[in-house]
C-alpha cells in the first residue's frame, strides 16, 4: 500500500469512527494526576475495574502524589485490589509518585515545558512504565502530541490491513504519526475512537455487519467474499 492510500484511508477510517461515535473526550477523570493513576491501574485489566480501585483511592484519601508516597505499600495494595495485580502495581504507583516528586515536585504542568522525546524518555525509566503508559501520559495529561498504540489498535489495524514492517509498537505508532499531523486533539480522538470501535464491533469476535468499515476492512472482504 503506498503513502497515499494510506493517507487517505487512515483518514477515511477516523471520519468514519467520527461520523458513526461522536466525539469521545477522554480522558475520562478529573484531574492530571488521577490520569496518570488511571493510565498505570489499567494495565492489564477493564477499565471498570480500574474505576472501583480509584473510587477507593478516594475514599480513602489517596489520589495525590504525595499520599501516594505516604501511604503504606500494603495498605496502598489493598486499596486498589480490584484493579488486579495490586501488589505489582502497588509499587508503580509508588515508583510513579517518587519519581514526580523528585523531578518535578508534583508540579504537573511542569512536565509541559520538556520536549515529547526526553520526556518520555524519562517516563520509560520509571519502574512500571512502559511505551503505552507513557505515551498515554504524554497524550492526555500533558498534551503532548504522541500516538497511543494499544491491543485494540493493533487488532483493528491488522484486521483492516494496512500493511507494517513489523509488528512492533513503534511500528504501529509510526505509521499513524507518519500519516496523520501532528494534533493532540486529531491523535486524542482517533485513539478513543478505536478503543470504542472495539469495544462496539472489532473485539475477538468481530460484530462486522455492523461495523462502519467493513466495506474497507481486509477481514470482512475475506470472510464475506465482496
Ligand atoms: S469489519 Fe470487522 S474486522 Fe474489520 S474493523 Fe470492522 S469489526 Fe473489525
Redesign the pocket.
Known sequence: MNDEVTDHLLKEIYQRLMTAYGPQQWWPAPSPFEVMVGAVLTQSTAWINVEKAIDNLKAAQVLSPESIRNVSFSDLAQIIKPSGYYNVKARKLKSLAYWLGATFADNIDKMAECDTKSLREQFLSVYGIGPETADSILLYVVKKPIFVIDTYTR??IS??GLMLKDNSYDDYQRLFMVHLKADVVIYNEYHALLVK??KE???KK???????????????KE?FII
Request: overall charge positive; hydrophobic content about 40%; glycine content about 0%.
Open positions: 487488532r483493528i484486521r483492516i470501535l472495539a464491533a472489532c473485539n468481530p460484530l462486522c455487519r455492523k461495523c462502519c468499515l467493513n466495506d474497507i476492512c481486509r477481514f470482512y470472510l
